[in-house]
């Protein structure tokens, strides 16, 4: 009996050597679909190949798809684990030609796999065909030899395959096998074809419309094929199951189920385990393809299917956590098909213990609510709205997981009373938002958000990515396109774009759509909605049109390096200066980080080197970043560094870099850096590059601010210090490693120099005049000069020379030097009792047009704007003398 590997391997092996390439499955988050939540179906990484937007090296293409349907157009969730054949988590077996064959080549081709590699008899297939598609039924009629009856005529959109409300489309034909008259159930198109006599296995698609958002359609340029068979049904089928969940791989993880859960995998507990093996592959996947649980967009639907399953599970009785330990068997299944998987199988685990512990704690609570609500109720009766909101708010119900456990007691939810709740809540968290001065304008973006839902952040995963356009702001109103050279807010869907918070600068880059393009120099947010400051550069943009949208990924990179840096310059603060450390703001910009933090004194030259080795160290190691979801208390618990006072949600993201030398353990309770971080951070501590530290100063009152750089901004500033040396270098014409001792020479030198001329210069005034030149005012030797070149400090030590020469009498000297003028006066010790220095130098002062001058009766200085007025500054000097007779 062939498992389901082989025939997965058998059916890519067949369209290769019928010249197809085999292509790996892409990522269940679509990169070049805006409109999807996940990959559907195996057409969607083809998208743009049928609309003719793109071409590769070759025309016809087999995969094996992951795809999830839980959410959108094709949504399985509610019917997951009830019927055989519904799955929120499958693989899609499928052949592609793009312009090649057509109609004539992909009927031929699914005939003979059928019949003779997978050697399903003849007698029990019969097909559909679009009412009109009369190629079809004459290719089938030819190929196949299968009479009218067998090939039946559909008006319906069931024979009209569209991917979702936008993209390529076409007719099409299925293939039915009939599992016999022991099963009830009736041909398609008949009244009892719900049944499960004839099951579908095989939708060949003709691609030649493509479908747009306002309900037109128009013929594509040339005609494709894609086809979908799932593995699981043909699996099924092939291993003579009637039950998907009965194949090989399916049983091999209700089996773990059941091992873990110590129930009877086919006893009453067989819904529960079905349920627990559809979801564990749909997380597990999403989560290995980077979705992680959060209550917005993608992230939510993994959430709503994870705890759906965890509910499964505590129905079964398990009372710890038992999703991740079924992992390791899902791995064993599926890990040599995906990669990816055993990857992720890490983090896969972590994040599904992770959630499933936390949902423990209120799931009991919420259950015996639900029963109590429900005692309370007539028989039968729906759930009010508002219990079911308040499971949702409180307890973290998703609405499905309540509607799913109704759904055994035959009940169901009033939803008009839910969805009023959850409007209530809305208006309230708006009318409670207060914002940065913007209140007023900010009644736009809730509005948004209350008609599109939020912006979905990708951008921790990719840096370009498809959006769609929402809405086109300018001046606070919406308008439906914006021309070349207008400024304007571009809301979309999803981005990569960064929103400014946490310090984390928003990012810019390029949006491009099919008639326009714009540069993003901004991004913020408001009520979840990310506001794209953009001009646009070329052409129109719509509203409505599917975007490209690219992050400038070198600025990212710089400020993703200085994010990183800054979690390790805070950790080695701490190690230097002590646990007081503690972030009190930071910046994370393109050009350089900043960092406030509580510490009382200037960083010593010696702790600033230990902080930047330290940081430098864990650049080297080049240790894996990792992020982790969490609750805060969870976090805490770690030792994780929060802000102080800041409020946190009911998870957080746990940022975690650097292992301690030593401890041998990757980045987990090990790790050197731990923080609740909501930025984007390098993969590898190594892609920082480099550290260096600009310097420290005080920011207010306690708190320190230190500026650093990284990557190649640290190294350019390295090399521009290391130039001047250079230079400095050059003009002492000595080695760099002499410059300090030369400097310091030079420096003893010039004070020495400087001390000889203020001699040299006392002395040449001295001998120009002295005793000799003094005049005699009222019986007082008095010597009033101006000397040159003399600074304020030798005026002084000139006045004692003189008073020393005159034995007996008063001085008065008057200097300019450097545009500054100063006098100074000094009356000898006999003579004091009579005369004042301080009142010699005030007059002179005031007469120079300045102000004050002071010292003691021997001796004054003060200083003045100049010595314009010089005489008269003598002039009134010698009256002083004259009136003290
Ligand atoms: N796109 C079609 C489907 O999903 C055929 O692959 O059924």
Not at 251 to 275: C, F, M, Q, W, Y
Not at 850 to 860: E, Q, S, T, Y
């Amino acid at each position: 009996m062939p498992s389901l590997s082989d025939i997965r391997q058998t059916f890519l092996g067949y369209f290769e050597k019928n010249g197809h390439r085999v292509v790996e499955s892409s990522p269940l988050v679509p990169r070049n679909d805006p409109t999807l939540m996940f990959a559907n179906s195996g057409m969607v990484q083809f998208k743009n190949l049928f609309t003719g937007v793109e071409t590769r090296d070759y025309q016809r293409a087999t995969t094996a798809q992951k795809c999830v349907r839980a959410g959108g157009k094709h949504n399985d969730l509610d019917n997951v684990g009830y019927t055989a054949r519904h799955h929120t988590f499958f693989e899609m077996l499928g052949n592609f030609s793009f312009g090649d064959y057509f109609k004539e080549g992909a009927i031929p081709f699914a005939w003979e796999l059928l019949t003779k590699e997978f050697d399903i008899p003849r007698h029990r297939l019969l097909v559909t065909v679009y009412h009109t598609d009369d190629e079809a039924a004459a290719i089938w009629k030819k190929v196949a030899g299968l009479s009218d009856d067998r090939i039946i005529r559909i008006p319906t959109s069931d024979n009209f395959w569209q991917m979702g409300p936008t993209g390529p489309c076409g007719p099409c034909t299925e293939i039915f096998f009939d599992h016999g008259d022991s099963i009830p159930g009736g041909p398609p198109g008949s009244a009892d074809e719900d049944g499960d006599r004839f099951i579908e296995i095989w939708n060949l698609v003709f691609m030649q419309n493509e479908q747009f958002e306002d309900g037109s359609m128009r013929a594509l340029d040339m005609q494709s094929i894609d086809t979908g068979m799932g593995l699981e049904r043909i699996g099924a089928l092939l291993q003579g199951k009637h039950d998907n969940y009965d194949t090989d791989l399916m049983r091999a993880l209700i089996e773990a189920s059941a091992n873990v859960t110590s129930v009877d995998p086919d006893g009453p507990g067989k819904v529960h385990h079905r349920v627990i093996a559809d979801h564990l592959r749909s997380t597990s996947f999403l989560i290995a393809d980077g979705v992680m649980p959060s209550n917005e967009g993608r992230g939510y639907v993994l959430r709503r299917i994870m705890r759906r399953a965890m509910r499964h599970a505590h129905m079964l009785g398990a009372t710890d956590p038992v999703m991740h330990k079924l992992v390791p068997a899902l791995v064993r299944q599926m890990g040599a098909a995906y990669p990816e998987l055993t990857r992720a199988q890490a983090m896969i685990e972590e994040t599904l213990r992770s959630e499933e512990t936390r949902f423990r704690q209120t799931l009991d609570r919420g259950l015996r609510l639900l029963d109590d609500e429900l005692a309370k109720l007539p028989d039968g009766a729906d759930l009010p709205g508002e219990t079911a909101f308040k499971l949702y708010d409180t307890f973290g119900f998703p609405l499905d997981l309540t509607q799913d456990a109704l759904r055994e007691k035959g009940r169901g939810v009033q939803i008009e009373g839910f969805d009023a709740a959850m409007a209530e809540q809305k208006r309230m968290a708006r009318a409670a938002w207060s914002g940065s001065g913007e209140a007023a304008d900010a009644r736009i973006w809730f509005e948004l958000a209350d008609k599109h839902g939020v912006t979905e952040f990708l951008g921790y995963d990719t840096e370009e990515a498809e959006g769609q356009v929402m809405a086109l702001v300018i001046d606070g109103a919406e308008v439906a396109e914006a021309a070349a050279g207008t400024k304007v807010t571009i809301v979309v869907n999803q981005t990569p774009f960064y929103a400014e918070s946490g310090g984390q600068v928003g990012d810019a880059g390029l949006i491009r759509t099919e008639t326009g393009a714009a540069r993003v120099a901004d991004t913020k947010k408001v009520a979840g909605v990310f506001l794209h400051q953009a001009e646009v550069t070329a052409g129109v943009i719509s509203r409505g049109q599917g975007a490209q949208l690219a992050v400038d990924h070198e600025r990212r990179g710089a400020i993703r390096a200085n994010h990183s840096a800054t979690h390790l310059l805070h950790e080695a603060l701490r190690g230097v200066l002590g646990e007081h450390v503690a972030q009190r703001g930071s910046l994370n910009a393109p050009d350089r980080l900043r960092f406030d933090f509580s510490h009382n004194s200037a960083l010593s030259a010696e702790e600033m080197t230990r902080i930047e080795a330290e940081v430098n160290s864990f650049i080297r190691q080049n240790s894996p970043v990792e992020t982790r979801l969490m609750t805060p208390d969870e976090a805490r618990a770690l030792g994780a560094q929060a802000l102080f006072g800041e409020k946190y949600g009911d998870e957080v993201r746990v940022v975690s870099m650097g292992v301690h030398p030593g401890s041998g353990k990757g980045a987990d309770g090990a790790a050197y850096s731990l923080e609740l971080c909501g930025g984007t951070h390098v993969a590898r501590t190594g892609d920082i590059g480099a550290f260096v530290l600009l310097g420290d100063a005080a920011s207010s009152a306690g708190v320190r601010r230190i500026e650093a750089l990284t990557g190649q901004a640290a190294l350019d500033h390295l090399r521009a210090a290391d130039r001047r040396l250079g230079e400095i270098a050059g003009i002492l014409k000595a080695q760099s490693a002499d410059v300090v001792n030369r400097v310091r020479a030079l420096a003893d030198e010039r004070k020495a120099l400087a001390n000889e001329v203020a001699q040299l210069k006392r002395q040449l005034a001295m001998s120009s005049g002295g005793a000799s030149e003094a005049e005699e005012v009222a019986g007082v030797r008095f010597i009033a000069r101006r000397v040159e070149g003399v600074g304020g400090k030798e005026l002084g030590a000139l006045v004692e020379e003189m008073k020393a020469s005159l034995g007996s009498g008063a001085v008065l000297l008057l200097a300019e030097d450097g545009g500054k003028a100063t006098v100074a006066a000094g009356v000898t010790p006999d003579l004091t009792g009579r005369i004042s220095a301080v009142a010699l130098v005030q007059a002179a002062t005031a007469a120079l047009g300045g102000k004050g001058g002071g010292g003691r009766p021997d001796r004054a200085q003060g200083g003045a704007p100049s010595l314009a007025a010089a005489e008269t500054a003598f002039q009134d000097a010698r009256k002083i003398i004259e009136d003290s007779k």
